[in-house]
């Protein structure tokens, strides 16, 4: 695999804009089936989170990335819920929450984060691993 070029790579900046732009215009579409819009927002946001691996984004910009993304996760898995397996796989999107939260917690420790939002990520990490065999 190729290293890529800095100009192939979107800036931490333009990464949280991007985040933003996909939760606050896309993923709050009427127009469009709601499993329709997850599963482009899904896509998009796991791209995001492949430049952050690039780049080793390890800051307060790759927190507030993964927290939003995380809440993501969360609302995606309520409001879909009701939708046959076909349509949305909770069991996908529970792994990626999983993954997501886990790295937060790490960044936040990593980052001597002591806010609320550390708490409430906690929280959501133990909510979501109440089913788990795993830790």
Do not use: W
């Not at 949280?16 to 599963?39: A, G, H, S, W």
């Amino acid at each position: 695999m190729r290293t890529p070029r800095p100009e192939e790579i979107r800036t931490p900046d333009t990464l949280e804009r991007t985040v933003e732009y996909l939760i606050k215009r896309v993923f709050c579409q009427e127009n469009e089936p709601l499993n329709l819009v997850f599963d482009y927002v899904f896509d998009r946001l796991r791209a995001v989170r492949q430049d952050m691996v690039l780049q080793s984004l390890e800051d307060s910009s790759a927190c507030r990335i993964l927290s939003t993304i995380v809440r993501f996760h969360v609302v995606s898995g309520y409001l879909l819920s009701g939708f046959p397996l076909n349509k949305f796989d909770p069991q996908i999107n529970r792994s990626h929450l999983l993954e997501c939260i886990k790295s937060l917690l790490i960044l936040q420790d990593s980052n001597d984060s002591h806010c609320d939002e550390r708490e409430q990520m906690g929280a959501i990490y133990i909510l979501s691993n109440l089913s788990s065999p795993e830790p």
